[in-house]
T-cell receptor, first 115, second 115 residues
């Protein structure tokens, strides 16, 4: 069975600063996909970024980037130039290839961006 | 991606009653799922909604409690039956547009409170 661990229940960052959210996972699969989702207070789950395990290059989407360390089974999210609108719950999620799309979610990190 | 709507967005119900939640997608999708998010918690998969056949339920969820329909490729319903206060949660549907390991997109959720 796969597990996803987010060890930081809550984090805070000042506007315009950079913050890194941690995620580790446990799997025996060799090929899989990893995701970061954002859930603001409005509760809509929004995809932030997606990483394919067979790609060595770290995914980037504007101010969001990941540090994917396959050997260490680590998948951290870096948010640069934080904005007030980044305030949300962030969930790390994992899915192995060859399955029926059963995402495994971490417990989430609540990020507060302050002035 | 896909545009997903859910009805109702929120409801307050009495113990012992049932509520049906609708999920409508603006395009045909490969797979549809139903999740539960209890207060302050992560997402738990309830079931995969299969078009034209019975849903596939995860451990701990049964059809009598959470009957699901999916009559076509763009619509599904989840019923929460014989509700108790423990059923108070956010219920989200999600869809996959392409292959099973493609990104899941989520609806806005239905916030259910059971008194």
């Amino acid at each position: 069975a796969q597990t996803v661990t987010q060890s930081q229940p809550e984090m805070s960052v000042q506007e315009a600063e950079t913050v890194t959210l941690s995620c580790t996972y446990d799997t025996s699969e060799s090929n899989y996909y990893l995701f970061w989702y954002k859930q603001p207070p409005s509760r809509q789950m929004i995809l932030v970024i997606r990483q394919e395990a067979y790609k060595q290059q770290n995914a980037t989407e504007n101010r969001f980037s990941v540090n994917f360390q396959k050997a260490a089974k680590s998948f951290s999210l870096k948010i640069s130039d934080s904005q007030l609108g980044d305030t949300a719950m962030y969930f790390c999620a994992f899915i192995p290839t060859g399955t029926a799309s059963k995402l495994t979610f971490g417990t989430g990190t609540r990020l507060q961006v302050t002035l | 991606s896909a545009v997903i709507s859910q009805k109702p967005s929120r409801d307050i119900c009495q113990r012992g009653t049932s509520l049906t939640i609708q999920c409508q997608v603006d395009s045909q999708v490969t797979m549809m799922f139903w999740y539960r998010q209890q207060p302050g918690q992560s997402l738990t998969l309830i079931a995969t909604a299969n078009q034209g056949s019975e849903a596939t339920y995860e451990s701990g969820f049964v059809i009598d409690k959470f009957p699901i329909s999916r009559p076509n490729l763009t619509f599904s319903t989840l019923t929460v039956s014989n509700m108790s206060p423990e059923d108070s949660s956010i219920y989200l549907c999600s869809v996959v547009v392409g292959s099973p390991t493609d990104t899941q997109y989520f609806g806005p959720g239905t916030r259910l409170t059971v008194l």
